[in-house]
């Protein structure tokens, strides 16, 4: 068999931080606001979208480096204090030379925790329209063709969102959901056919800890193949990863608009079987993982 097609997203909308298939119009509504990576303009826009304007950006590279200078400045000063307090009650030995080191180490943490805290954060996305009617209750069925990028399961589905947590809680910078196709059988005995492609999640996804480094950033170098390794202020930015996976055979919920699709078995059983029919997807399906 065939491994269903996904298309590789090479875009950004940026107004919620959904990646997209080239040519892809987000489902988020408003007017669309969608950028490519691989388009050096565009990609600079996707950069101010996040980062904001050259000017403010310079800024956040300044206070950054306030910060680095004022950990050095610091870690000295701690030093030498640290030093003169172990010479003060113990005179000249080894112990100066532990004191001054803890001193610094102390020193240094405080100044960068500081540093961090005075640092830029960039800009989260807006929020998704609340989902709508998402009732259609069954169970997922498919063959796993996918690697989900930060836990690196082998799955039919997967939601990613890259974030970062600043002083007012988690800024979205990018979110993916998509999938290699499944059946969802359903309790009424009725089939829904999602086909490959993207999906939204009705809920958030689970914080993941045990992040596969090698396979995020293959993922991330796969999205963004432009950026520099020296690129300071970059589009993907988080340091915080969350992450939904879908199996086959997981209870789930599924909302959206579908249609009803017929077609025969095959055409020699035309006149004695009833036709086939399923549900299908018009646009991106919505899905609940039932825990
Ligand atoms: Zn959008």
């Known amino acids: 068999m065939t491994t269903p097609a996904v298309p590789r997203r090479c875009c950004l909308c940026l107004r919620c931080r959904t990646a997209l298939f080239a040519g ?9 606001q969608v950028a490519c990576f691989e388009v050096p303009a565009e990609r600079e826009a996707i950069v101010e ?35 003169t307090v172990a010479y003060g009650l113990a005179g000249l030995g080894p112990g100066v030379l532990v004191w001054g080191m803890l001193g610094s180490l102390t020193g240094g943490m405080l100044a960068r925790h500081k540093g961090i805290r005075e640092r830029k954060a960039p800009r989260g996305a807006e929020a998704l329209p609340v989902v709508g009617d998402v009732s259609l209750r069954g169970t997922v069925v498919g063959e796993h063709h996918l690697v989900s990028p930060a836990s ?8 990613l969102e890259l974030r ?6 988690e800024r979205v910078m990018y979110r993916d959901a998509v999938t290699c196709g499944f059946v969802a059988e359903l309790g009424t005995g009725e089939m829904v056919q999602v086909p490959a492609g993207r999906l939204r999640f009705a809920d958030e996804a689970p914080e993941i800890l045990d992040v596969d480094n090698l396979e995020l950033e293959a993922y991330i170098d796969d999205i963004d193949p432009h950026r520099m390794p020296s690129e300071e202020l970059y589009p993907l930015h988080f ?24 077609r025969a078995k095959n055409s020699a059983a035309l006149y004695r079987d009833a036709a086939e029919s399923h549900l299908r997807p018009v646009g991106v399906p919505v899905v609940r993982r039932l825990r």
Do not use: H, K
Request: glycine share 16%; hydrophobic share 35%; charged share 25%.
């Open 164 to 169: 970062v947590l600043a002083g007012d809680g």
């Open 24 to 32: 892809g119009v987000c489902d988020c509504g408003g007017t669309p």
């Open 239 to 262: 340091n915080l990863v969350r992450e939904e996976v879908l199996f086959s055979g997981d209870e789930v919920e599924l909302g959206g608009t579908f249609e009803r699709e017929t």
């Open 49 to 83: 979208a996040c980062w904001g304007s050259v000017a403010e950006r310079e800024q956040v590279r300044r206070i950054a480096q306030r910060g680095q200078r004022r950990v050095l400045a610091t870690s000295m000063g701690s030093f030498s204090l640290g030093g």
């Open 152 to 159: 690196a399961e082998l799955c039919l589905a997967y939601s």
